[in-house]
């Protein structure tokens, strides 16, 4: 039981890091959610524009302000997520010193 809490904080930390508003479970998918795009971040007539979120490996499909992560019966689903935030956080660190924002 103290392992799945270690495990959910560090799902917490890693999504936070990565700029997620959200990592939730949809018909047997984990959804990894960015917050929603502000107004002049290149809307058109109202429509908000996609994110144009990166390739994050194989198994994970990309929304336009999500990842959906299709998880099996397998336990490798938690290995997977693992390294599917430690990527978006590798990505939003490097955004970040793009911007030159100290993390």
């Given at each position: 039981m103290?392992?799945n809490?270690?495990?959910?904080?560090?799902?917490?930390?890693?999504?936070?890091?990565?700029?997620l508003s959200s990592?939730?479970?949809?018909?047997?998918?984990?959804?990894l959610?960015?917050?929603?795009?502000e107004?002049?971040?290149?809307?058109?007539?109202?429509?908000?524009?996609?994110?144009?979120?990166?390739?994050?490996?194989?198994?994970?499909?990309?929304?336009?302000?999500?990842?959906?992560?299709?998880?099996?019966?397998?336990?490798?689903?938690?290995?997977k997520?693992?390294?599917?935030?430690?990527?978006?956080?590798?990505?939003?660190?490097?955004?970040?010193?793009?911007?030159?924002i100290?993390?």
């Amino acid at each position: 039981m103290v392992r799945n809490l270690f495990y959910q904080l560090k799902i917490k930390l890693l999504a936070e890091s990565a700029g997620l508003s959200s990592v939730t479970m949809d018909s047997h998918q984990i959804v990894l959610r960015f917050p929603p795009l502000e107004p002049g971040d290149g809307s058109v007539n109202g429509k908000k524009p996609d994110r144009k979120l990166p390739d994050v490996g194989e198994g994970v499909r990309t929304g336009r302000n999500a990842y959906w992560l299709t998880i099996g019966k397998e336990d490798e689903w938690q290995d997977k997520l693992i390294a599917v935030l430690q990527r978006l956080k590798k990505d939003q660190g490097q955004k970040d010193k793009d911007h030159g924002i100290q993390t």
